[in-house]
């Protein structure tokens, strides 16, 4: 890439815009979204900092701060004395939808390494939608748990889970895998019915996972029932659309 070509991509009439947070923000968002895009293609190197702070009319502290984060994203290698180069995309991942499995386990199968980050986890008012998957009456309660779910470092999922507080009494004993805890009470659901949304991140999913805004996601909508037919699960997922591919067989019918 050559030094207009260069100027032009990095413009800040580009990336950033007024009242839409930090800018090394905006320029990390924007950066992620060229490498994902191919404008910044595997194996090409990012313009020395004083460069790119000259083309992205910023400081190098702010350039600094926005590379950082491409690498502790896993999209760049940092190289000492060499520079910063577009690492291989992320081999995208198929989870079945004819199975039932959690993150925690779908990410061992895969031999990567899951985190959980809490964002928020309690009691709470119901929503519409949890209200009527899980048959709550009058004022009644949901245990939630919100968790941004993370693959050898990389945001892929974020994920909100609502249960009866009967099923789920504490949920702060929900760190990593929530069925690990329900398996432990003896109320891991067996089966699932899950539906599919084509999305567009909101704002604030786009900075929890280092996004751009309106970027294309998978929303997955689960309920979760024990072999008595109770639901005891209601899940919203949001999942990167480029890493998440979700398949199913089908049959024939005899």
């Keep these: 890439m050559d030094g207009s070509d260069a100027a032009a991509l990095f413009d800040p009439a580009n990336w950033y815009r007024e ?23 595997v194996g090409s190197q990012l313009p020395p900092e004083r460069d790119l702070a000259e083309f992205a009319d910023v400081s190098r502290v702010t350039v600094r ?23 291989p995309g992320a081999p ?10 959690s993150f925690t386990e779908l990410m061992q199968a895969r031999g990567m ?13 119901p929503l519409p939608a949890e ?13 939630r748990v919100e968790r941004l779910r993370s693959a ?14 009967d099923v789920l009494p504490d949920p702060d004993a929900v760190e990593v895998s929530l ?5 432990a009470r003896g109320l891991a659901p067996t089966r699932a019915i899950q539906r599919v949304s084509a999305v567009n991140i909101t704002p604030r999913e786009a900075e929890i996972m280092a996004l751009a805004e309106g970027t294309a996601a998978l929303q997955i909508d689960r309920t979760a029932y024990l072999a008595s037919g109770r639901p005891v699960e209601f899940t919203r997922g949001v999942y990167r659309s480029d890493i998440y591919d979700f398949v199913t067989e089908l049959r024939l019918d005899s």
């Excluded at 048959?135 to 245990?143: D, H, I, P």
């Excluded at 945001?155 to 609502?162: Q, V």
């Design 19 to 41: 009242g839409q947070g930090p800018r090394y923000r905006q320029l990390h968002a924007y950066l992620t979204e060229a490498i994902r895009d191919g404008r910044l293609p």
């Design 179 to 183: 069925y690990a805890v329900l398996r």
């Design 65 to 87: 701060r926005a590379v950082s984060q491409l690498a502790m994203d896993g999209l760049i290698d940092q190289r000492r004395g060499s520079g910063s180069y577009v690492r």
């Design 131 to 143: 209200t009527m998957a899980l048959g709550l009456g009058t004022g009644e309660m949901v245990a």
């Design 113 to 125: 390494s899951s985190t959980s980050r809490i964002l928020a986890r309690g009691l709470f008012a």
């Design 92 to 101: 995208r991942l198929e989870q079945s939808l004819s199975r039932l499995m």
């Design 152 to 165: 050898d470092g990389v945001p892929m999922a974020l994920e909100r889970s609502c249960l009866p507080p």
